[in-house]
C-alpha cells in the first residue's frame, strides 16, 4: 500500500452520512409500533378458525405459572399496564409460537413479527424515558407446556394466538391515546 492516507481518508467520507443523522422521533415509533400492531392482529384474525374459550393447565398465569416463571399470560393484562409491562408479556407467546412454527409457516410469521413488535415497543418505552421491566423471562418453553404441545399442538396454538391478539387489543388500546409510560 502505498498512499496509506488515502484509504484513511476514503473510510472517513464513509462515516459522513453518518453525522447528518436524525434523532428517532417517540411518534414514527409509536406510528410503527400501532400499524404492526394493526397488521399482527389481521394476520391472526385470518390464522384463527375457531375461537378457543379453553383453560389449559400451564398456559394461565397463576401463582406457580407466571410470565417470569416461563408461562403464557392470559389476556392483556390490567388496562392501566404500561407499554414495557405490555412488551414484557410478549416473550412467552412469540417462544410459545416458536416451537409450534416449524411446521406452519405462518406461525412462524407470527412468531417473528412478535418479536419485531416487542423491540418497537422497548424502544418506544426508551424514548418516552419510561423506566424498563427489569423482568428477564427464560429461555425456551417450560417442560410442562412442552407436553402439552407434543399432544394437542393445535389448541395450544389457537389459545396462544387468542392471548396473543388480547395483547394486542391492550397494546392497540394504550397506543391510541397519547404516548405513555
Known amino acids: 500500500m502505498r498512499c496509506p492516507h488515502v484509504s484513511l481518508w476514503g473510510v472517513l467520507w464513509l462515516w459522513l452520512p453518518l453525522a447528518g443523522g436524525r434523532p428517532l422521533r417517540p411518534d414514527?415509533?409509536?406510528?410503527?409500533?400501532?400499524?404492526?400492531?394493526?397488521?399482527?392482529?389481521?394476520?391472526?384474525?385470518?390464522l384463527q378458525?375457531?375461537?378457543?374459550?379453553?383453560r389449559?393447565?400451564?398456559?394461565?398465569?397463576g401463582e406457580e405459572v407466571t410470565p417470569q416463571a416461563g408461562g403464557v399470560p392470559e389476556g392483556g393484562g390490567v388496562p392501566e399496564a404500561g407499554l414495557g409491562?405490555?412488551?414484557?408479556?410478549l416473550p412467552p407467546l412469540q417462544r410459545l409460537l416458536g416451537t409450534l412454527a416449524p411446521g406452519h409457516p405462518p406461525l412462524a410469521q407470527v412468531a417473528n413479527d412478535t418479536e419485531n413488535l416487542r423491540s418497537l415497543l422497548l424502544t418506544l418505552v426508551t424514548l418516552l424515558?419510561?423506566?424498563?421491566?427489569?423482568?428477564?423471562p427464560p429461555p425456551g418453553v417450560p417442560p410442562r407446556l412442552a407436553e402439552l404441545v407434543a399432544e394437542a399442538p393445535h389448541t395450544v396454538a389457537a389459545v396462544a394466538l387468542a392471548r396473543l391478539r388480547d395483547c394486542l387489543d391492550a397494546i392497540a388500546t394504550r397506543l391510541d391515546g397519547p404516548p405513555a409510560c
Not at 49 to 54: E, H, R
Not at 129 to 136: H, K, N, Q
Open 28 to 46: 414514527k415509533v409509536q406510528a410503527d409500533t400501532r400499524n404492526l400492531t394493526r397488521t399482527l392482529s389481521t394476520r391472526i384474525r385470518h
Open 49 to 54: 378458525l375457531l375461537p378457543v374459550t379453553l
Open 56 to 61: 389449559i393447565r400451564g398456559l394461565e398465569v
Open 85 to 89: 409491562a405490555l412488551a414484557q408479556r
Open 129 to 136: 424515558g419510561c423506566p424498563l421491566p427489569a423482568v428477564s
